[in-house]
């Protein structure tokens, strides 16, 4: 049994001879017989070209905080539209964002970009030039982008490559990742305070940053233990690293400030972006 209707399947058929696959992110692909093509959607529900209604629970993985079409989103950026999309200065908008994020949030400044990716990267490349160090910390199981850099470990990443738990590998995740950036990743076990006091006094002096995800988000929700993000807090400030929140999954999600707010610890930068534009292109670096 297919889940494609006829419209759907001839439309998924045009769809791979123009994109790879037919789809623009590879989660999307459920099999040439049950990859969707979704026409509209409206609050908690899509529906494919055939007209069959679907209850989204991915909610095009996590933005759609609000439901599909929203009504008072969609009005207030016809709006802001009619005025322009685009300007070479700030405009009173971002002045607004920027100011309810760091109300909401507690940081200090907001830099505004288009995406999670874009927000994460440039977390890295701050840490970087804040401590003058190259390495940093990412966790397994763990997604901060589509860069390089974060490629290694994720939640699609072969187990086998991972390595011994006390021992784990750092290995990208695809074809095409330079080996020699691996050199600069430390990829370790989620939710281990031995690994990760180890690898700290072994080159804490080295690590511009750790980046976590305060709840692994795509491997269903996995909560920190009881501790772990305080003793990241507390090394980070033992070895000078700087410890990146990346909320793009939980900020303004588990609470009004996000994992901040949740679990009472502060980060020296915090990545958004998801549930920030329900939808729309919009992400943001917060910090001090």
Not at 249 to 258: E, L, Q, S, V
Request: charged residues 25%; aromatic residues 12%.
């Amino acid at each position: 049994m297919t889940l494609q209707g006829p419209k759907t399947h001839e439309l998924f058929a045009k769809a791979r001879q123009y994109i790879p696959h037919g789809v623009n992110s590879n989660f999307r692909y459920w099999g040439d017989d049950d990859t969707l093509i979704i026409e509209r959607g409206q609050g908690a529900y899509v529906w494919d070209a055939d007209g069959k209604r679907y209850i989204d629970y991915r909610l095009a993985f996590g933005p759609i905080i609000l439901g599909h079409a929203d009504p008072r989103v969609t009005q207030r950026v016809q709006q802001a539209i009619e005025k322009g999309t685009l300007f070479a200065w700030t405009t009173p908008l971002e002045i607004q964002v920027a100011e309810r994020i760091c109300r909401m949030t507690g940081v200090e400044k907001v830099r505004l970009t288009n995406t999670g990716t874009e927000a994460t990267f440039h977390a890295l490349r701050i840490a970087r030039a804040y401590t003058g160090r190259e390495k940093f910390i990412k966790f397994e199981g763990q997604y901060h982008g589509m860069i390089d850099y974060f490629m290694f470990g994720t939640a699609s990443s072969s187990e086998k490559h991972l390595g011994p738990r006390d021992d784990p590998r750092t290995e990208p995740m695809s074809l095409g990742i330079p080996q020699g950036i691996g050199d600069y990743v430390l990829n370790l076990p989620f939710n281990d305070f031995e690994i990760l006091e180890e690898t700290m006094a072994k080159h804490g002096e080295e690590i511009a940053a750790i980046f976590v995800e305060p709840i692994l988000g795509n491997a269903a929700g996995i909560l920190p233990k009881p501790g772990f993000l305080e003793k990241i807090r507390e090394l980070c400030d033992k070895y000078g690293a700087v410890l990146v929140f990346d909320e793009v999954k939980t900020g303004f999600r588990i609470a009004n400030g996000g994992a901040q707010e949740y679990f009472g610890i502060r980060a020296d930068l915090v990545t958004y972006a998801k549930s920030l534009g329900n939808g729309f292109p919009i992400a943001a670096i917060g910090g001090r």
